[in-house]
């Protein structure tokens, strides 16, 4: 979930039954540019004037797409086609859902095939497995509208309209309502998996929670082992471990989001905002999600964001800051919890903070207008992130207020974002899945967006170094310990692998997976010996990689 692109459409009931393993790929016929191949999907490339669009489609426009070919799918059995051909003739693979990778997988010079899964998106109910069934191309704001209107409940996902659920959930995926119902992952029933065995036979195989299933493995690796790592994930089927038993209504099996959502900020002026109050303001929001934050906290139900602007270099400076919040509005004490939870970040602040009227939403538009916020910063983007076990100290504070005010950066803009964490997600065994940051009060997230390609080396440059001070005790990135606990796969960034920002002495894949990290390889080391599905951040079967 990123810093705070609306779609209509008409909601459909939609079942789906489980087509599941022994789908293999056999001969494809020679493809010819723009045509659909038999069972194979799509083929587009260069010659076709669909490419150019497919190319750009990335929502971070640092970099764009270039392979030999796009192969736009719309079925299980084509993505089996697609990888085994790509396999038989030794090309590259990478593989897109939604685009919103903040790293250049799909666009590495290596790649030579594309499989674009953005037309798989049918979401339904399969009453054979008492669960919802999602597509790996399914947008988040169009499946929450088809999981509402069409049985009441949501997943707690994140708040971008248009990221796809393939790499969402094997990521972990959070957003407004993980406080309240924990992970998006966490809910993760069973996954279908298009994988690749020694010999180079691609196969789907579908991996279930269930504790005699002999593929649970996988299962395990898709609730936060990233995306692109063991092979094509094509769909997902959803029933929280907390359903009744045996239960086949399907309104029962997902959570419920409360019918409406109380909505508050603060902003807080850039002018008066001194080092002295900008410090107040971070040590305010950090103290109050430390003190707040436990599963039975009345505040469970509050998604909150403290949004730090870098100051343009030119034109209207806008705020230094704005705080957002949403909360659960069931609870009978909710506005003035609310209320509450405002007046207590925006304490002792200088500079006049404006304290916002209370607003009143049904949920649906809550979650439009959240996107909608989100949605707004296109462009080229850096982005780094971090779970904090606690909020910045005063020394923290410090970095970032000279950062964000300095004139040394080209942007469009400039952000430092601490989004509300805990709750249900801490109430999980590290181990229960390959989430393993289940002790965090905050996400952060640090992001820089431009325009120019020609700023790329000096934006990208900004951040890095704004990273590395920020962290500078611990290495330069927020390695796992009483105050930090590491990185968030889903916003990945190469830089963790890179010695010069990365001087901690941990591998990269300590930040990012923790303790997991030796279980993830040997499921990569089971369902993908090939080492078919990589990339610069994956998870690697040889020890010590």
């Given at each position: 979930?990123?810093?705070?692109?609306?779609?209509?459409?008409?909601?459909r009931?939609?079942?789906?039954?489980?087509?599941?393993?022994?789908?293999?790929a056999?001969?494809?016929?020679?493809?010819?540019?723009?045509?659909?191949?038999?069972?194979?999907?799509?083929?587009?490339t260069?010659d076709?004037?669909?490419?150019?669009?497919?190319?750009?489609?990335?929502?971070?426009?640092?970099?764009?797409?270039?392979?030999?070919?796009?192969r736009?799918?719309?079925?299980?059995?084509?993505?089996?086609?697609?990888?085994?051909?790509?396999?038989?003739?030794?090309?590259?693979?990478?593989?897109?859902?939604?685009?919103?990778?903040?790293?250049?997988?799909?666009?590495?010079?290596?790649?030579?095939?594309?499989?674009?899964?953005?037309?798989?998106?049918?979401?339904?109910?399969?009453?054979?497995?008492?669960?919802?069934?999602?597509?790996?191309?399914?947008?988040?704001?169009?499946?929450?509208?088809?999981?509402?209107?069409?049985?009441?409940?949501?997943?707690?996902?994140?708040?971008?309209?248009?990221?796809?659920?393939?790499?969402?959930?094997?990521?972990?995926?959070?957003g407004?309502?993980?406080?309240?119902?924990?992970?998006?992952?966490?809910?993760?029933y069973?996954?279908?998996?298009?994988?690749?065995?020694?010999?180079?036979?691609a196969?789907?195989?579908v991996?279930?929670r269930?504790?005699?299933?002999?593929?649970?493995?996988?299962?395990?690796?898709?609730?936060?082992?990233?995306?692109?790592?063991?092979?094509?994930?094509?769909?997902?089927?959803?029933?929280?471990p907390?359903?009744?038993?045996?239960?086949?209504?399907?309104?029962?099996?997902?959570?419920?989001?409360?019918?409406?959502?109380?909505?508050?900020?603060?902003?807080?002026?850039r002018?008066?905002?001194?080092r002295?109050?900008?410090?107040?303001?971070?040590?305010?929001h950090?103290?109050?999600?430390?003190?707040?934050?436990?599963?039975?906290?009345?505040?469970?139900?509050?998604?909150?964001?403290?949004?730090?602007?870098?100051?343009?270099?030119?034109?209207?400076?806008?705020?230094?800051?704005?705080?957002?919040?949403?909360?659960?509005?069931?609870?009978?004490?909710?506005?003035?919890?609310?209320?509450?939870?405002?007046?207590?970040?925006?304490?002792g602040?200088?500079?006049?903070?404006?304290?916002?009227?209370?607003?009143?939403?049904p949920?649906?538009?809550?979650?439009?207008?959240?996107?909608?916020?989100?949605?707004?910063?296109?462009?080229?983007?850096?982005?780094?992130?971090?779970?904090?076990?606690?909020?910045?100290?005063?020394?923290?504070?410090?970095?970032l207020?000279?950062?964000?005010n300095?004139?040394?950066?080209?942007?469009?803009s400039?952000?430092?974002?601490?989004?509300?964490?805990?709750?249900?997600?801490?109430?999980?065994?590290?181990?229960?899945?390959a989430?393993?940051?289940?002790?965090?009060?905050?996400?952060a997230?640090?992001?820089?967006?431009?325009?120019?390609?020609?700023?790329?080396?000096?934006?990208?440059?900004?951040?890095?170094?704004?990273?590395?001070?920020?962290?500078?005790?611990?290495?330069?990135?927020?390695?796992p310990?009483?105050?930090?606990?590491?990185?968030y796969?889903?916003?990945?960034?190469?830089?963790?692998?890179?010695?010069?920002?990365?001087?901690?002495?941990?591998?990269?894949?300590?930040?990012?997976?923790?303790?997991?990290?030796?279980?993830l390889q040997?499921?990569?080391?089971?369902?993908?010996?090939?080492?078919?599905?990589?990339?610069?951040?994956?998870?690697?079967?040889?020890?010590?990689?």
């Amino acid at each position: 979930m990123t810093v705070p692109s609306r779609r209509s459409f008409v909601a459909r009931t939609l079942t789906l039954t489980a087509a599941a393993a022994g789908l293999t790929a056999g001969a494809v016929p020679a493809q010819a540019a723009g045509r659909s191949v038999p069972d194979g999907g799509t083929v587009v490339t260069p010659d076709d004037p669909r490419y150019a669009d497919l190319s750009q489609r990335g929502s971070n426009k640092r970099f764009t797409a270039h392979p030999d070919a796009f192969r736009l799918v719309t079925t299980t059995e084509q993505v089996v086609r697609a990888v085994g051909d790509a396999v038989r003739t030794g090309r590259r693979i990478a593989v897109r859902s939604g685009g919103h990778c903040y790293e250049n997988v799909a666009g590495d010079p290596a790649v030579r095939l594309v499989i674009d899964l953005g037309e798989m998106n049918a979401v339904g109910y399969d009453p054979q497995r008492r669960a919802f069934v999602v597509e790996a191309g399914a947008q988040l704001l169009d499946m929450y509208k088809k999981l509402y209107y069409g049985w009441g409940v949501t997943l707690p996902g994140g708040a971008s309209a248009t990221v796809g659920m393939g790499g969402h959930i094997a990521g972990g995926g959070y957003g407004a309502l993980s406080r309240a119902h924990g992970l998006a992952a966490d809910h993760l029933y069973a996954v279908e998996v298009v994988v690749v065995d020694a010999s180079g036979r691609a196969r789907a195989v579908v991996a279930t929670r269930e504790r005699t299933d002999p593929l649970r493995e996988l299962w395990w690796a898709h609730t936060g082992g990233g995306g692109g790592n063991f092979g094509v994930v094509t769909r997902y089927w959803f029933r929280s471990p907390q359903a009744p038993a045996h239960c086949t209504d399907p309104a029962r099996l997902l959570p419920r989001p409360p019918g409406n959502v109380f909505t508050g900020s603060v902003y807080f002026p850039r002018e008066g905002m001194d080092r002295a109050s900008f410090r107040r303001l971070v040590r305010n929001h950090g103290q109050w999600h430390e003190r707040n934050s436990g599963a039975a906290s009345p505040y469970a139900g509050l998604f909150g964001g403290l949004v730090l602007y870098g100051r343009p270099a030119a034109g209207d400076p806008g705020p230094a800051a704005v705080s957002f919040a949403h909360m659960d509005g069931s609870r009978p004490d909710a506005e003035r919890l609310l209320r509450e939870y405002s007046a207590a970040v925006a304490e002792g602040v200088g500079g006049s903070p404006e304290i916002s009227e209370i607003g009143n939403q049904p949920w649906l538009a809550a979650t439009e207008s959240l996107a909608a916020a989100q949605d707004s910063d296109a462009g080229r983007h850096k982005i780094k992130s971090a779970y904090l076990r606690r909020g910045h100290d005063d020394a923290q504070a410090d970095v970032l207020y000279t950062y964000l005010n300095g004139t040394g950066n080209r942007h469009d803009s400039a952000s430092v974002s601490f989004q509300s964490y805990g709750g249900a997600i801490n109430s999980v065994a590290e181990d229960a899945t390959a989430s393993t940051h289940r002790g965090s009060v905050l996400k952060a997230l640090y992001m820089n967006t431009w325009q120019d390609p020609a700023a790329d080396a000096e934006a990208v440059d900004w951040l890095r170094r704004l990273y590395r001070d920020l962290y500078a005790t611990t290495g330069g990135v927020p390695v796992p310990g009483r105050s930090t606990d590491g990185c968030y796969i889903n916003y990945p960034d190469i830089d963790m692998a890179d010695p010069r920002w990365n001087t901690s002495g941990l591998p990269w894949h300590r930040l990012y997976y923790k303790d997991a990290y030796p279980r993830l390889q040997r499921v990569k080391a089971a369902f993908d010996p090939r080492d078919v599905f990589r990339h610069t951040l994956a998870v690697r079967a040889e020890p010590g990689r």
